[in-house]
């Protein structure tokens, strides 16, 4: 039983994973990371798994690492981080997985979120990479996810400063898909995922997979990937499946072949 987050099936095909450490607003020790990082390579194994809901609370999604842990670790310590392989294992996940936000998602927080693919926000949630006022810089794609997702200018402010941007600033800049009122996040989350999980999971993990490519690769490159993958599903029984659907006027049932 994992002991800082809580595991929920609500919908069809989809899993909720609630982040549950609310004496530091959800900050990111490393057993929460570690735990989360197995919990993802359970859903991912999991067939019946399609879709993963991430959710905080309504005052933190993430307050960022775990301050009290990183000041007992010295170079030695951070040069063997056992975070480093669990915040890979967190952002290789190979399912769709949808952030729902509220409150403050700061540093790793912030860093958890960009790991998701669809982020629905609450109108008072607050991101920020405020690292740089413990002396330190983002550590788990802070710099690299950031930029990407919201362009140099606003990735630099929020990176030297440290200070936070609102929900809204955070949508309009491309961090976020969708902005709710706060207490409906998790609900709408839980709808999106809900939709995607019933789709054809084939084509699912392989529009993700080729979306994930168009930011870290070349066009040639990632067109070249596009085009494997809409052949490689040309051979799918999904495929006869929707288009038969779509000809027959019916819901298309999907089984994953
Ligand atoms: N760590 C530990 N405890 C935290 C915490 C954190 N990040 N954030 C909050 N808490 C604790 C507070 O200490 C307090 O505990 P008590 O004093 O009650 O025992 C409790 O949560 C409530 O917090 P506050 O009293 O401060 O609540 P407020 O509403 O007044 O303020 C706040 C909320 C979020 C503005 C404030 O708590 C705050 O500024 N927190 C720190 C935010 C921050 O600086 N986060 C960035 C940390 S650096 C790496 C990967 C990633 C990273 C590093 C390495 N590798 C792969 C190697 C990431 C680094 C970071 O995220």
């Not at 998602?105 to 693919?117: F, T």
């Not at 993700?208 to 070349?218: F, R």
């Amino acid at each position: 039983m994992p002991r800082y987050l809580v595991v929920q099936a609500p919908e069809d095909g989809v899993r909720l994973i609630t982040l549950q450490r609310p004496e530091a607003l959800n900050a990111l020790c490393t057993e929460l990371l570690a735990e989360l990082a197995a919990e993802l390579e359970s859903a991912e194994r999991d067939p019946a798994t399609l879709a993963v809901v991430l959710t905080g609370s309504r005052k933190a999604f993430a307050a960022g690492a775990d301050i009290r842990e990183m000041a007992e670790r010295d170079l030695v310590g951070i040069l063997n981080d056992p975070r480093v392989a669990h915040w890979q294992r967190i952002a290789s996940f190979a399912k769709p997985l949808i952030a729902a936000v509220n409150g403050f998602a700061l540093g790793g927080g912030c860093e958890l979120v960009m790991c998701a693919d669809i982020v629905i926000a609450g109108e008072d949630a607050r991101f920020g990479q405020p690292e740089i006022n413990l002396g330190i810089i983002p550590g788990a794609g802070g710099t690299q996810r950031l930029l990407r997702a919201v362009g140099k200018p606003l990735a630099m402010q929020m990176v030297l400063t440290g200070d936070p941007i609102t929900a809204r600033q955070a949508q309009q800049a491309g961090l976020v898909s969708e902005l709710t009122q706060p207490e409906l996040a998790v609900e709408r989350a839980l709808q999106v995922a809900a939709s995607i999980a019933r789709k054809a999971p084939l084509a699912v993990r392989l529009a993700k997979e080729a979306l994930l490519k168009a930011g870290d690769t070349d066009l040639a490159t990632g067109l070249r990937f596009e085009r494997h993958a809409f052949t490689l599903l040309a051979g799918t029984v999904d495929r006869d499946e929707g288009i038969r659907a779509f000809q027959e006027k019916r819901p298309a049932h999907f089984l994953g072949q």
